[in-house]
């Protein structure tokens, strides 16, 4: 209709109808826009500015927005924990700050199980001589000192390094003192007041070796316990709803100068494994895997145990591959995984029931590639799929194992979103479950009648 024809009385309505209806599509839009459902940098529908904003990053750093979770830490004598660290140690007085020891720089194999010491020294911080609050790095947890007003409580038991330390299998004539500071530190815990009020459920406890309190630990299973996996643990006793799953701290070197020009043609290996073949349970899928793969020319498949010379033969390995392949080892997991992510080798993942750190937060199919066991078991057919694999997807993974790698470094003082702090996030993210089965067993007069049922 031509403007000029118009009746001023048609002229009100128009201009009202206009307003109404710009009205409407501004609300439309700001709705669209609050919920995320209006993706603008990838519509076709909207102008060219904004389909030319550079793309949404596949990976965001976890970042640090709640204040830090309050720990407070038992002090234990020293035979609990880093006193198993020197042989023929009498000194039995809590560690401090001051008198904490650094981690063995030669440790073997007991330093991939080594989370329990990392998650205590992580504890003492704020207090290490010359650091100063307002410089400390954004930690995801801090000690308190007086328990009334802790959110968890942390057990400082390395019963990873007691299994190392005191032997390695049940008849081992060591293994009675094993079993004694489990019995000792369970005698301290009931006679907390704090255990008793929740039954031990606010309190955090570390199991990362799956032999570590092998003993007693069903009498620990409503606390939340860090593991490595779930392999050797009873579905009533440990599973992700209450527990932690934890990283093994890698063995060999990172790779912080991973700037080649061309990563993808400078690791001229395929496919590499170096480690034990002879494994229980899962495990026996390697050698299986060794039988398909040791004749290939561009896969490197050899036997070795964890010696400090073969672990400086895995590092330059792994830096020389494309691929690392991670079957199960006696339990879902092994540590090999993490050594691949630091060495910036994209994982190849062999393991049906395996359980990952993180990955709440953490995509792995975006740096690990998945096979069944069944898939990898079919002649040829592993091979094959990598051999296909596109160099532009390989890139894509290796670039963002160099953007990953950096939350499975253990290091005092740790730094903002590296492994212990990510632990850290892991508990706090079990509590709610963890306040509601407080709250629920307080005032339960019968058993647990829903748990039962179900």
């Known amino acids: 209709m031509n403007p000029k024809t ?13 307003l109404t209806l710009a009205f409407f599509i501004i609300l439309t839009f700001t709705y669209l826009f609050l919920i995320g459902t209006l993706n ?5 529908y909207f102008s060219p500015f904004l389909q030319s904003l550079p793309p949404k990053p596949n990976w ?24 198993m660290l020197r042989k023929g140690s009498t000194d039995q007085t809590p560690v401090t700050a001051k008198t904490l020891p650094p981690w063995p720089k030669v440790s073997g194999l007991r330093k991939q199980h080594s989370v329990e010491y990392w998650m205590m020294a992580s504890l003492f911080v704020a207090e290490k001589e010359g650091i100063k609050n307002n410089d400390l790095v954004k930690m995801e947890a801090v000690r308190v000192l007086d328990p009334e007003i802790a959110d968890v409580f942390f057990v400082p038991f390395f019963s990873s390094l007691s299994f190392n330390f005191y032997g390695h299998n049940m008849t081992d004539p060591n293994t009675k003192h094993d079993k004694g500071l489990q019995v000792d530190i369970l005698k301290f815990l009931r006679k907390s007041k ?24 069903e009498q620990v299973n409503k606390s939340i316990i860090v593991v490595a996996d779930f392999g050797r643990y009873p579905r009533s006793m440990s599973n992700l709803k209450k527990d932690v799953v934890a990283p093994y701290v890698h063995v060999v070197d990172s790779y912080t100068n991973d700037e080649t020009s061309d990563p993808f043609e400078s690791r001229t290996t395929l ?3 170096r480690g034990r073949t002879v494994r229980k349970d899962d495990g026996v899928v390697r050698a299986k895997l060794q039988k398909l793969l040791e004749d290939y020319v561009d ?18 390995g792994m830096r020389l591959s494309k691929f690392c392949l991670h079957p199960a080892g006696d339990t879902p997991s092994s540590c090999r995984l993490f050594d691949a992510i630091v060495s910036h080798c994209v994982p190849v993942i062999i393991s049906d029931q395996i359980e990952l750190p993180f990955e709440d937060e953490i995509d792995y199919s975006e740096f690990s590639l998945f096979f069944s066991t069944d898939e990898a078991l079919k002649p040829g057919y592993l091979i094959e799929q990598l051999r296909q694999f596109p160099k532009v997807k390989w890139l894509t993974m290796w670039n963002k194992l160099k953007d990953v790698s950096k ?26 479950s963890t306040r509601l089965a407080v709250h629920r067993t307080r005032r339960l007069k019968i058993p647990d009648w829903w748990g039962s049922k179900r």
């Not at 603008?40 to 076709?44: E, N």
């Not at 896969?299 to 330059?316: G, W």
């Not at 499975?408 to 508990?427: L, S």
Request: charged content about 25%; glycine content about 2%; aromatic content about 16%.
């Open 6 to 18: 118009m009746s001023n009385f048609e002229k009100p309505m128009y201009k009202k109808a206009a």
């Open 40 to 44: 603008l940098r990838g519509s076709y």
């Open 60 to 83: 965001v750093p976890p970042c640090h927005s709640l204040p830090p979770l309050k720990v407070y830490m038992y002090d234990l004598p020293r035979r609990f924990n880093v006193g």
């Open 194 to 217: 704090y255990w008793q009020r929740s039954e031990g459920r606010d309190h955090v406890i570390p199991m990362h070796h799956p032999n570590a309190f092998r003993f007693l630990r």
């Open 271 to 273: 496919l590499y494994f």
């Open 299 to 316: 896969v490197r498949f050899e036997r070795s145990v964890a010696t400090e010379a073969n672990i400086k033969l895995s590092t330059k």
């Open 407 to 432: 939350l499975y470094e253990f290091q005092y003082p740790p730094k903002n979103r590296d492994a212990v702090n990510m632990i850290w996030r892991q508990v706090r993210h079990k509590l709610p």
